[in-house]
């Protein structure tokens, strides 16, 4: 643990810089003598204006030391160190070389410290009421591994807009930001990245944490990643992630249901990412399905559920309470059904068109007319013995189609119908 002045005191330690006493004005009793608690409120706002310090001085040598960092990270860190050396003792008409040596001895090491993880000072916030009805906002300066979990958010590679939005004046620095312990999920074997998009070693991961908040928390810490990542290499101070909050959750289902209602709001959440949170939210077979056999495919998620419900899809309301680990009222899907289909067509060599809607759209729509011939609905089961019943020549006429899928489909799925029933 480090303080502002980066001394190292244990973990059960605290100094006086620690702790900030907030004056709950809405008590009657802590309101009588107005003089008293006039030049108390007067004190302790002094003291909440230190919060607002939001950057720190660590070194990456100092990082190197405590995190015991790569060997090559420790190599390149000495070469920058030796180039600006040698371009304090050089003389004028060496200089332009000495600093290019510099600056090539910085790039490298950037290029580097982007091949691992790196630790983040975070500044974690509890507050605790005291007797006398006040508030106490214990501050505690950590320096430790933050990760993402790519299949619930994706972030950007490198979110420009991002680091531009949070160096604006009038962008709100401490709000919230929610972490867990990173171990929850790699017990589940989710694999967990950086915030740089590189995978964390398991030994990394007993001490790390993941962020479990919305969309902007999450762009906002992996913006800080990058501005620090930046900082170490010019030797400047880091950025502080201020008022972290750690939840604690006994299963990874009520950390994703917790995930589920608080990115519900999130405009910028995708369907993909939907999809994993409720598969975990909910525990349902179907949810789970799809989101595996959506990443395992490389389709939409849209698509991939029409196969296991024939034709239904989620609106984006049911998806966001779906994340929540709600499902919709009386679902109906055939996962043997939609695997047969799927297996079918990959059987065929047809693996373009299963993530494409027109196929199953039209196999649906076969589902449902009503032949001339039996006067009644070709149904589910005459619909898969059209498709089990595909030849090679049938297969490129479909590959050829280029009108309406849907309807051209749909019309020789259900003319060879007709043509099976008539050799009857």
């Keep these: ?218 762009r906002m810490m992996q913006a800080i990643y990058w501005e620090n990542e930046e900082a170490l290499v010019e030797d400047k101070p880091l950025t502080i992630i201020s008022n972290i909050q750690i939840k604690e959750f006994e299963t990874i289902q009520k950390c994703a249901q917790y995930m589920g209602t608080n990115t519900a709001l999130d405009k910028t959440l995708k369907g993909c990412e939907k999809a994993v949170i409720a598969s975990f939210a909910t525990q349902h077979e179907l949810l789970q399905k799809v989101q595996q056999v959506s990443i395992d495919l490389k389709i939409p998620v849209s698509t991939t559920m029409k196969y296991y419900t024939l034709g239904t899809i989620f609106t984006p309301v049911q998806w966001s309470r779906s994340t929540s680990g709600i499902l919709p009222k009386a679902i109906q899907y055939n996962l043997q059904i939609g695997e047969h289909i799927i297996s079918k067509l990959q059987e065929l060599g047809l693996e373009k068109e299963i993530g494409k809607r027109y196929f199953i759209d039209a196999f649906v729509k076969l589902t449902t007319v009503k032949s001339p011939t039996t006067k009644e609905s070709i149904g589910v089961n005459n619909a898969l013995s059209m498709l089990d019943t595909l030849t090679e020549e049938e297969v490129e006429y479909i590959q050829g189609l280029d009108g309406d899928k849907v309807f051209d489909i749909l019309t020789f799925l259900s003319n060879k119908f007709e043509r099976s029933i008539a050799k009857q």
Excluded: C
């Design 1 to 218: 643990m480090l303080e502002n002045n980066n001394k190292i005191v244990g973990n059960n330690q605290q100094t006086e810089s620690e702790a900030k006493l907030v004056s709950n004005t809405l008590n009657p009793e802590s309101m009588e003598d107005k003089d008293t608690h006039k030049k108390e409120l007067e004190g302790n706002n002094m003291e909440i204006n230190n919060l607002k310090s939001n950057t720190m001085k660590i070194s990456l040598e100092k990082l190197i030391d405590m995190f015991n960092l790569s060997d090559t990270i420790k190599s390149l860190h000495e070469e920058l160190k030796k180039a600006k050396e040698k371009l304090e003792q050089a003389k004028e008409e060496r200089k332009k070389g000495a600093l290019r040596k510099v600056a090539r001895a910085k790039k490298a090491l950037k290029e580097e410290l982007k091949k691992h993880p790196l630790p983040l000072p975070v500044e974690e916030w509890m507050p605790a009421e005291t007797e006398d009805g006040d508030y106490l906002i214990k501050r505690f300066f950590k320096t430790i591994y933050i990760v993402a979990a790519p299949a619930f958010i994706n972030l950007a590679t490198k979110d420009k807009f991002t680091m531009e939005t949070i160096n604006d004046k009038l962008f709100e620095r401490d709000f919230p930001k929610y972490l867990t312990k990173a171990d929850l999920f790699s017990k589940e074997n989710i694999t967990l990245t950086s915030l740089n998009g590189v995978p964390v070693e398991k030994e990394l991961l007993n001490d790390a944490y993941i962020m479990i908040g919305n969309h902007k928390e999450q």
